[in-house]
T-cell receptor, first 114, second 113 residues
Framework: DAMVIQNPRYQVTQFGKPVTLSCSQTLNHNVMYWYQQKSSQAPKLLFHYYDKDFNNEADTPDNFQSRRPNTSFCFLDIRSPGLGDAAMYLC?????????????FGDGTRLSIL | AQSVTQPDIHITVSEGASLELRCNYSYGATPYLFWYVQSPGQGLQLLLKYFSGDTLVQGIKGFEAEFKRSQSSFNLRKPSVHWSDAAEYFCAVGPSNDYKLSFGAGTTVTVRA
């Protein structure tokens, strides 16, 4: 089945130690999104790629970066994680050329900061 | 700008009883509306979507939703809930010429035996 896969499912890192989360998709979708979701809250969009074009949300901290080396993969880099960055990180994809298509989500990576 | 309100933070329902989750949106044109469900520790799964046409839409897992333009609502219903329906439910709206979603704050559904 075509899908969105996030690795790892659980990630533990130390305060201030860089960490990278990965997302891959077999849907061949143009757009890939990264969301941050804290407990009992809605997902918050951090940024997205439309093909190779990067679009950052205005309130996304500089500590968060992203890379998309090809259509299938997208990475979230947290340069110096703080305790407040502990959250679930969700990757999603969509095809905006078909406006009726919804976003497809991965199962997320739960990030813990020691 | 579009926005979504889910008035109920938490709903408890007995297994076998009916369920209705409320969603109100604010958007100038005809919105694209979605309901997603999130089980603990999982990603979001699409239940159903509305773009146009029949205002009563059927989704997966026995869910349906009704679009009411006059009330700016898109409420989700299920006639008889199962214990496995215990989860977080998110309503989302996306305008037709953009590809970003605005999520509601979510409603947590607890199912009691």
């Amino acid at each position: 089945d075509a899908m969105v896969i996030q690795n790892p499912r659980y990630q533990v890192t130390q305060f201030g130690k860089p960490v990278t989360l990965s997302c891959s998709q077999t849907l061949n979708h143009n757009v890939m999104y990264w969301y941050q979701q804290k407990s009992s809250q809605a997902p918050k969009l951090l940024f997205h790629y439309y093909d190779k074009d990067f679009n950052n949300e205005a309130d996304t901290p500089d500590n968060f970066q992203s890379r998309r080396p090809n259509t299938s993969f997208c990475f979230l880099d947290i340069r110096s994680p703080g305790l407040g960055d502990a959250a679930m990180y969700l990757c999603a994809t969509s095809r905006p050329d078909k406006a009726t298509q919804p976003q497809h989500f991965g199962d997320g990576t739960r990030l813990s900061i020691l | 700008a579009q926005s979504v309100t889910q008035p109920d933070i938490h709903i408890t329902v007995s297994e076998g009883a009916s369920l209705e989750l409320r969603c109100n949106y604010s958007y100038g044109a005809t919105p694209y509306l979605f309901w997603y469900v999130q089980s603990p520790g999982q990603g979001l799964q699409l239940l159903l979507k509305y773009f146009s046409g029949d205002t009563l839409v059927q989704g997966i897992k026995g869910f349906e939703a009704e679009f009411k333009r006059s009330q700016s609502s898109f409420n989700l219903r299920k006639p008889s809930v199962h214990w496995s329906d215990a989860a977080e439910y998110f309503c989302a709206v996306g305008p037709s010429n953009d590809y970003k979603l605005s999520f509601g704050a979510g409603t947590t559904v607890t199912v009691r035996a």
